[in-house]
């Protein structure tokens, strides 16, 4: 059961165009400041969306004594960057939604992606970095495997079947099935969706940044990949630690002691994230 690459470029290029909303929020995520008017009204042109954060708003995560009932409020509530990330998460959701595959589950894909965004932010605050875009390159970086697992479904369960049966990294086992994988497959899904060319870049390279031709941002999720997997976040019983590029490391210049405190900031910001983008 063999799938070329022309067809995995083929169901990308069907995949619907990305919401407006989306890609507002996307558009600005390098700026300080965002008409917050603006992205009301484009986030009440989606009765899912619209829902989705007054559900949050009102939740007990923020156990408000007053009831939320206009988006307006919701977004000073929640901020910015949590309904952007709130609206990426609805959004991947209702692109991908839930299949049966073998080896696969969704629960643990979604703590790793939130786990690796955390870490990503925590170590881009270290590094001066922006934190917003940092975290939501970590919340994306495996994008390309929701392409796999919900459209190429028989094939991926053969791809976690070699990783098992091989012991090795998920990735040589895509290549092995797809001739490619979901680094690549996730560029591909992030040009079809205009993602800026910094994200595209971060998604694409995550496992093997070129710090030296300035992958900045693809370095710091390349790291936070590898910490979030080794912090066992996701819960997955037989996760394998991806290979952490020490040319990589040295080059963000963190030491023994900072590499402590990304650690400890991530363990103490996971759980809060995660019911934050429990949609």
Known sequence: MSTSFEEIVKTIEELPSMPAVVMEVLEHIDQEEINVIQLTRKIMLDQSLTAKILRFAN???????TKVTTIQQAVNLIGISGVRNLILCTVLKISFPEVRCKGFDFNVFWRHSIAAAVCAKVIARHLQLNQDFAYTAGLLHDIGRLVFVTRFTPQYEQAIAYRTEHDCHIRVAERAVFGTDHAAVGQLLAQHWNFSTGMQNAIAKHHEPDVAGGDTVAAVVHAADAIAHALDFSGEADD???P???SVWNALGLGQDDMMRVFRETELRFEAAQQRLAV
């Not at 939740?59 to 004594?65: A, C, I």
Request: charge should be neutral.
């Open 59 to 65: 939740s007990s995560f923020f156990n408000t004594q």
């Open 244 to 246: 952490l590029s020490m």
């Open 240 to 242: 394998l630690v991806p």
